[in-house]
């Protein structure tokens, strides 16, 4: 077999590998260069299954000589290669970017522990996509999550502990939630495979322990991706995590968890119970619409920037499930775009903000944060770092030009095939609060005076241009839709019917 045919195992394996080695090494400088070379190596080969999905159609890999649905399978198809690249994508620009950024957040002595955890990180999410084996699901979700907690608690701020803590009880909830759900579905068709499960729940669909499986993985996966009002972990965590670790999860943690559920209902369950039999759409819809409209208020009121985008954050997690409640194409494909979307601009946006502490920090001094009586007049000092927040901030608006507008595009038009104009206005509505929060921003940085004796400068390019390739993507995708949305529609079609 040719390295080619191995790549799906190579995805996981090599950020896997990278994490212990850290470890053993016990060295800040030599775990960074090894998982950042790891990051790279798996965004090297996400582009690469990319490519070989769009060449020859869905891989299945399975490891070991037992072949699936009695071996464990790695399935790459067009949802899953996409958000492969997603993931990948971002720890390739978040390690180099965090190399400044760690050394004042993070005591130097636990430096390699941070790399190490990112790299399970890593490998955790990156599993989670590939697999095609619920149970695995599950393991590599809580690789993800137990190493999530430890790079919240790295933070220096004492709220850092108590953040992690709290999504440790939430997460740990969740995973339960997950895994009983798992359990009642192994139980019912005597599998694992998530192609052989789906293909034997097709006769036993509305019994009982179907029903109780799909509540359990619903609430739990609910949880992970922060939908409304199974939010309350994400506020804190992303406020006080080190800057580099709330960009990484900001930009991909929640948009995996919005993945499996998108492959549980899509691809497991199937449309015929989720919208035909039970009335999760509606629940689905009402959730949504109160995320866009409850966590984009309650932004605008935040003093804290990192807070601030922090309730964004679960505002744009609803424009994502709003899709999910159309049962249609556009919806899905609305939906699939805005989880890669928004992880670009939310990503850039935390980088920035990093940064920004960064310029604002005194040589040898914790970073502060990033509260709103320090920003005063900061376009001044640093007019790179406050336009990069400015234009992924119009993103998340949707302003024409950037993806954010892709997105609740597509929205639109699967909310007008469905004739609930109503819909529209909501979507409109919700994007007024998104300018109302982002113009607190822009209303302090650029419309007020700067103190008489700051010290704030521009960051190091280091920091500034992996943040700006992030803006700068914001606006090319904004414009060239062929692989964003082409891709997204695709990966639609697959697993949505379609109604000749």
Not at 76 to 90: A, E, K, T
Not at 240 to 245: D, E, F, G, K, L
Not at 284 to 305: E, R, T, V, Y
Not at 437 to 459: D, G, I, M, N, T
Request: proline share 5%; aromatic share 12%; charged share 10%.
């Amino acid at each position: 077999m040719t390295l080619a045919q191995h790549l799906p195992a190579l995805q996981v394996i090599v950020p896997l590998m990278s994490a212990p080695l850290a470890v053993l090494l016990r060295h800040g400088g030599l775990a960074f260069g090894l998982v950042t070379a790891g990051a790279w190596l798996a965004f090297a080969t996400a582009i690469a299954l990319w490519f070989q999905v769009d060449a020859s159609g869905t891989i299945s890999y399975h490891l070991g000589s037992w072949a699936p649905p009695w071996g464990i399978e790695y399935r790459v198809d067009r949802l899953s290669s996409f958000v492969l690249l997603l993931v990948s994508g971002m720890a390739a620009i978040v390690l180099p970017w965090g190399r400044a950024s760690i050394a004042r957040e993070i005591p130097r002595n636990v430096h390699y522990l941070y790399y190490a955890m990112f790299g399970l990180c890593l490998t955790g999410l990156l599993g989670i996509t590939i697999t095609g084996d619920a149970f695995n699901i599950f393991v590599f979700l809580e690789v993800s999550s137990l190493s999530t907690y430890v790079l919240i608690a790295l933070g220096r701020d004492r709220r850092a502990l108590a953040a992690s803590y709290r999504y440790l009880i939430m997460g740990s909830i969740g995973a339960t939630f997950i895994v009983i759900g798992i359990g009642f579905l192994y139980l019912t068709t005597g599998t694992l495979n998530l192609a052989d499960m789906a293909i034997r729940l097709r006769d036993v669909q509305s019994s009982k322990p179907v029903l109780a499986a799909l509540a359990f993985i619903t609430v739990g996966i609910s949880l992970k991706l922060a939908l409304f009002p199974l939010h309350q972990w994400l506020p804190n965590a992303y406020t006080y995590a080190p800057s580099a670790v709330t960009a990484f999860l900001a930009a991909t943690a929640t948009k995996v968890a919005v993945y499996v559920l998108i492959r549980f209902y899509f691809t497991v369950f199937g449309e015929s119970l989720i919208f035909d039999k039970l009335p999760l759409p509606k629940i689905m819809l009402g959730l949504s619409l109160l995320a866009m409209f409850a966590a984009s208020f309650i932004a605008i009121f935040q003093d804290n920037l990192k807070r601030l985008f922090a309730y964004s954050s679960v505002g744009q997690i609803g424009y994502i499930t709003l899709g999910l409640s159309f049962d249609s194409v556009s919806g899905l494909t609305a939906s699939i775009v805005h989880l890669f979307n928004h992880g670009l601009a939310k990503g850039a946006i935390f980088l920035l903000i990093g940064a920004m502490v960064l310029g604002l920090t005194k040589n040898g001094a914790i970073p502060p944060a990033p509260s709103f009586d320090r920003l005063n007049g900061l376009a001044k000092r640093m007019p790179l770092t406050c336009l990069g927040i400015v234009v992924a901030g119009l993103s998340l608006i949707g302003v024409p030009g950037t993806v954010g507008f892709i997105s609740k595009w597509y929205l639109i038009l699967a909310a007008m095939e469905k004739g609930q104009f109503w819909l529209v206005g909501a979507i409109v509505l919700s994007s007024l609060l998104a300018v109302a929060y982002v113009w607190r921003f822009v209303e302090v940085a650029y419309f007020r005076a700067p103190p008489a004796h700051s010290e704030a400068h521009e960051p190091p390019l280091s920091t500034l241009i992996p943040a700006w390739l992030l803006v700068l993507a914001t606006l090319w995708f904004g414009f060239d839709t062929s692989f964003t949305v082409g891709t997204a529609a695709d990966a639609a079609q697959q697993l949505i019917r379609v109604v000749q």
